[in-house]
C-alpha cells in the first residue's frame, strides 16, 4: 500500500511540473511611447519591431502605445502614419532594450504631398510638391513610371533634390501622348522619411513631321524648312497660289520619281510598337498613263531599309481631282531604333501637275 501512495505522489509531482512549465509567460520588457507631428498627438500610428510581425500596434487618442514581450538587446523601431492623400510618412529609431522602457517625443516629419503636373507639353511637365519639416532632410527623390504599381523598385529614379526648400521639377524627355505615373520620396541618411500620393498624367500629342505645310521658308534659297531634295527649283517647287490651307503648298510636274522630297525623323520622335496616323492632301491634273505609268505615293524607312511602307498609291488613268485628304495608320516595328525617313513620291507624265499639302504625322491614341 506504501508503495502505491509513493508512486501516486510521483506522478502528481510530474504532472503539476509540466503544467506549470505550460503557463510560463514569455520573457520580454516593454516600450511604450508618445507620438507627435507639427507638435500636435498623432492618434492611429502604425508602431512595429522590424523582423518581427508580432510586435506591433498603434497609438491611442492621446498618441501612445505599448509593445509587450520584447526581447533584451538591439531593434529597429518603426513609426509610420498614411494620409488622406495616399502618401505616408515615417520614422525609424534605434533602441537598446535591457528593461521596460518609455519614449518621449517620437517626431513624425511632415509627409510630402505631390500636387496634379502642370505645363503639360508633348516633352515635358512640371511637378510640385510640398515641403518636409524633418531636421535630419537629405533628399527627396522623384521617381516615374508607367502604371500606377509606383515604389522605389518598380519606379526609375528621374530626380534628386537635396534642398529641403527645392520642391519643383522640370521632368524632361517624355514621348507624346503617354501616360506617366509620378512619386516623391523624402529621404534622411537612413532611409525614409515617408512617400508622397502618387499623381498621373498623359502628355500632349507631337507632329512629328516638321514644317508639314511648307509655311516656312529657308531665307537664302526659298526653298521649304527641314525638307531635303536636289532639284527644288526645277521639278519641285513653292507654289504661292495653290495651296490647301495657308500660303503655301509644294507642286510637282514632269517628275520620274527618282528624285523625291525627303525629311528625317529621329528613332525618338517614333516609337518601337506604338501605331501612328500619317495624314496629307494630294490635288493633281488628269493621270493619262498613255506608254507612261503615272503614280504618287508616300514611302516611310528606317535607314537600313530593314523596314518600309509605301503608303495610299494612287496610279493612272486618274481624272483630275481637287484637293483630296489621304489617311494612313501604320505600327512601328518593335525591332527599330534607327533613325526614319518619309519621302514624297510623285511619277508624272510630261506637262502634269500635282500639288501636296499639310503632310501630318502623329500617335493614335
Not at 483630296?324 to 531604333?337: G, S
Request: charged letters at 20%.
Amino acid at each position: 500500500m506504501n508503495r502505491i501512495r509513493v508512486i501516486f505522489f510521483l506522478i502528481a509531482i510530474l504532472f503539476l511540473s509540466c503544467k506549470e512549465e505550460s503557463v510560463t509567460p514569455t520573457s520580454g520588457y516593454s516600450v511604450s511611447g508618445t507620438v507627435y507631428s507639427k507638435g500636435n498627438l498623432v492618434e492611429g500610428a502604425s508602431i512595429s519591431i522590424k523582423n518581427s510581425s508580432n510586435l506591433k500596434t498603434r497609438t491611442d487618442v492621446n498618441g501612445k502605445f505599448k509593445l509587450l514581450n520584447i526581447p533584451k538587446g538591439n531593434h529597429e523601431l518603426t513609426i509610420s502614419k498614411s494620409s488622406a492623400e495616399g502618401g505616408f510618412s515615417e520614422r525609424t529609431a534605434s533602441i537598446t532594450v535591457e528593461d521596460d522602457m518609455t519614449i518621449d517625443n517620437l517626431i513624425l516629419p511632415v509627409g510630402v504631398i505631390l500636387y496634379e503636373p502642370t505645363e503639360i507639353t508633348d516633352r515635358t511637365l512640371k511637378l510640385k510638391w510640398s515641403q518636409t519639416d524633418a531636421s535630419d532632410f537629405r533628399e527627396y527623390k522623384i521617381y516615374q513610371h508607367n502604371t500606377s504599381g509606383l515604389d522605389e523598385t518598380t519606379g526609375t529614379l528621374i530626380h534628386v533634390a537635396t534642398s529641403i526648400t527645392d520642391t519643383t521639377f522640370e521632368v524632361p524627355n517624355l514621348n507624346a501622348l503617354e501616360k506617366y505615373f509620378y512619386r516623391v520620396y523624402a529621404m534622411n541618411e537612413y532611409g525614409r522619411l515617408g512617400g508622397s500620393n502618387i499623381v498621373n498624367t498623359t502628355t500632349l500629342n507631337r507632329q512629328i513631321i516638321k514644317n508639314g505645310s511648307f509655311e516656312v521658308l529657308n531665307s537664302s534659297t526659298g526653298y521649304p524648312e527641314n525638307w531635303d531634295c536636289d532639284v527644288f527649283g526645277s521639278f519641285w517647287l513653292v507654289d504661292s497660289i495653290i495651296a490647301q490651307d495657308g500660303k503655301y503648298s509644294l507642286s510637282v510636274h514632269d517628275q520620274s520619281g527618282v528624285i523625291m522630297p525627303w525629311q528625317a525623323i529621329s528613332p525618338k520622335e517614333l516609337i518601337a510598337g506604338s501605331r501612328y496616323k500619317l495624314t496629307y492632301w494630294v490635288k493633281h491634273d488628269e493621270f493619262k498613263t498613255s506608254n507612261y505609268a503615272e503614280e504618287f505615293a508616300i514611302f516611310m524607312d528606317n535607314e537600313e531599309f530593314t523596314w518600309h511602307i509605301q503608303i495610299n498609291t494612287v496610279s493612272g488613268p486618274t481624272p483630275v481631282s481637287d484637293w483630296k485628304e489621304f489617311t494612313y495608320e501604320f505600327t512601328v516595328p518593335l525591332a527599330e531604333t534607327s533613325n526614319f525617313n518619309i519621302l514624297l513620291y510623285f511619277l508624272l507624265a510630261p506637262d502634269t501637275y500635282a500639288w501636296i499639302d499639310n503632310i501630318s504625322l502623329i500617335k493614335v491614341e
